[in-house]
T-cell receptor, first 112, second 114 residues
């Protein structure tokens, strides 16, 4: 079945540093999404990407849909304490538009 | 706040029992998807309901079943509970079913099976 490999699994950074995480797939996706999940909450959508090569920003967050349609990355610039959480990539494949396939998550910890 | 609500927030059951989880979708949304999130993992798609019909299913056994009501709220039922069913169950609602529809997640129901 479709699987997403997300890396790194965890990151420990200083406040103000930039962050980069990525996701790769063995199969093609039509949509890439990035979510953030905090304790006791469901995932919250950060950025949605619909076209290969698309680069989209949301404040300090930037994400790109890889041109091969098998990968995506998320960058966070000038990290702040409220960026702490678990970030998930998710993709929607050619078959089965209904379901989102999620990566394993990247846990971000920030030292003030 | 996504407007998606789930109940109960927490639940403890024993192996072999049955459980029903509930989800109220965001106003104006006719599609509900259910996901299982084991500790330390990403959510796994269980199934989706669109206009009261099942519209896609993930790799889960038939003892996972669901319903969607005319007001588009939904239930997830799990029979013959197993220890591995312990997880956070998330529902997500969307305005429709399709490639560009955005799924908005509720806070989840945490199920513990003893």
């Amino acid at each position: 079945g479709q699987q997403l490999n997300q890396s790194p699994q965890s990151m420990f950074i200083q406040e103000g540093e930039d962050v980069s995480m990525n996701c790769t797939s063995s199969s093609i996706f039509n949509t890439w999404l990035w979510y953030k999940q905090e304790p006791g909450e469901g995932p919250v959508l950060l950025i949605a990407l619909y076209k290969a090569g698309e680069l989209t920003s949301n404040g300090r967050l930037t994400a790109q849909f890889g041109i091969t349609r098998k990968d995506s990355f998320l960058n966070i610039s000038a990290s702040i304490p409220s960026d702490v959480g678990i970030y998930f990539c998710a993709g929607r494949g050619i078959q089965g538009a209904q379901k989102l396939v999620f990566g394993q998550g990247t846990r971000l910890t920030i030292n003030p | 706040e996504t407007g998606v609500t789930q109940s109960p927030t927490h639940l403890i059951k024993t192996r072999g029992q049955q459980v029903t989880l509930r989800c109220s979708s965001q106003s104006g949304h006719n599609t509900v998807s259910w996901y299982q999130q084991a500790l330390g993992q990403g959510p796994q798609f269980i199934f989706q309901y669109y206009r009261e019909e099942e519209n896609g299913r993930g790799n889960f056994p038939p003892r996972f079943s669901g319903l969607q009501f005319p007001n588009y709220s939904s239930e997830l039922n799990v029979n013959a509970l197993e220890l591995d069913d312990s997880a956070l169950y998330l529902c997500a609602s969307s305005a429709t079913s399709g490639f560009q529809e955005t799924q908005y997640f509720g806070p989840g129901t945490r199920l513990l099976v003893l």
